[in-house]
């Protein structure tokens, strides 16, 4: 194998790791994104359970030692 050949065989080999890595940046950017959206959807759910008041009444049982 000459030099040409070589330096072809190692601009293919960079070309297909590119796109390889381009297709694994899109794909975790992907779950990131969806992962960002449920984190700020349940800090939201927890700040909403923070500021509502507490049920209590006849629904909850005594504890045992009444």
Do not use: W
Request: with cysteine; aromatic share 4%.
């Amino acid at each position: 194998m000459n030099e040409h050949d070589r330096l072809e065989k190692r601009v293919a080999d960079l070309e297909a790791l590119v796109a390889f890595q381009d297709r694994k940046i899109s794909q975790l950017d992907a779950v990131l994104t969806a992962f960002t959206a449920r984190v700020e959807r349940l800090e939201a759910d927890a700040k909403n359970r923070q500021t509502e008041p507490q049920e209590v009444g006849e629904q909850c049982d005594p504890p045992p030692h009444y």
